[in-house]
């Protein structure tokens, strides 16, 4: 429901002012859909719409370190996007890589790469380690990129970590076998060291998470909106964080 200009303020100041803040997710994924349907909604170009959303980053940031989040990733780029058209991606990578960048350069936040970064184009894997670099003394909200990210991928690099590293020391696959356990993965995967994600937010009405953090995810609380993202607004976001706060987590107990 879009509401008038002066009641939409007002409303909004007073969600903000209603959320408990020792109830605030601590680590908050974003899955941003619908660049394109929003583009094709406003008779625009694709790159109209990714690049609208390349541009809503910053905000959600904004309105997180608000909150009180401490680490927030971005899906970007799905490992299945990459098969997408030449003439819809390279300017897609282009968009992603200026984004980065833009992110870096703030001195706000730490930006941290999560994907295969294998997959990519080198100058989108140098623009991601680049950034990281720029980084990584900052104090401040952590943000992983997620960009060229699949669940699945990112699970069997895990596997293959391990199996590498205990090949390496001489370990039998009976052995491996025997020791094999679930915190092997763990450790090993690109958000490691980092708490799981309390809240994964979908936008465009898609309900699915399409293999967004699929280890990490286990016991998240879901928020699916309506909106493009693009179009994603404050208000959004704090009704999502509001319906997280609701909740009772009970993470498997």
Known sequence: MRLPHPVYSLYEKRLAASLPRDRAPRHVGVILDGNRRWARSMGESTRHGHQAGADKIADLLGWSEDVGVEVVTLWMLSTDNLNRPAEELDPLLDIIEHAVRDLAAAGRWRVQAVGSLDLLPAST????HEAEVATAGVD????????GYGGRHEIADAVRSFLREHAAAGTSV???AEQFDVEHIAERLY???QPDPDLVIRTSGEQRLGGFLLWQSVHSEFYFCEAYWPDFRRVDFLRAVRSYAARERRLGR
């Open 125 to 128: 894997a140098a623009a991601l």
């Open 140 to 147: 401040g909200l952590h943000v992983n990129v997620a960009v």
């Open 174 to 176: 009976d052995e491996l």
């Open 191 to 193: 958000t490691k060291g």
